[in-house]
Nanobody, 116 residues
Framework: QVQLVESGGGLVQPGGSLRLSCAAS????????MGWYRQAPGKQRELVAD????????NYADFVKGRFTISRDNSKNTVYLQMNSLKPEDTAVYFC?????????WGQGTQVTVSS
């Protein structure tokens, strides 16, 4: 029943910006921490950022600090990732995540390609 649907990926030039969205359903969105992860070809999936349900505390990977911002809108059951100053090494499939009832749920992913 848990469903996560990412959108907003695409092709962008280095230095450009994208905003990713993740629409969630099937659980009480407002009480769960949400996260964004990414996976590049041949690499492990890695945490990009997460945001808690209660205090909206944000946690970022070092490689995106100062460039990316995670946010959420509980009225829309949506978590966002604003990505600025994009670099070619940011190229990856970006996944939305929630841990619900001891199970890790993922969306289908959205491709972000940073290239000239």
């Amino acid at each position: 029943q848990v469903q996560l649907v990412e959108s907003g990926g695409g092709l962008v030039q280095p230095g450009g910006s994208l905003r990713l969205s993740c629409a969630a359903s099937g659980f009480t969105f407002s009480i769960y921490t949400m996260g964004w992860y990414r996976q590049a070809p041949g690499k492990q999936r890695e945490l990009v950022a997460d945001i808690t349900s209660t205090s909206y505390r944000r946690n970022y990977a070092d490689f995106v600090k100062g460039r990316f911002t995670i946010s959420r809108d509980n009225s829309k059951n949506t978590v966002y990732l604003q990505m600025n100053s994009l670099k070619p090494e940011d190229t990856a499939v970006y996944f939305c995540n929630v841990d619900f009832r001891s199970v890790r749920y993922w969306g289908q992913g959205t491709q972000v390609t940073v290239s000239s």
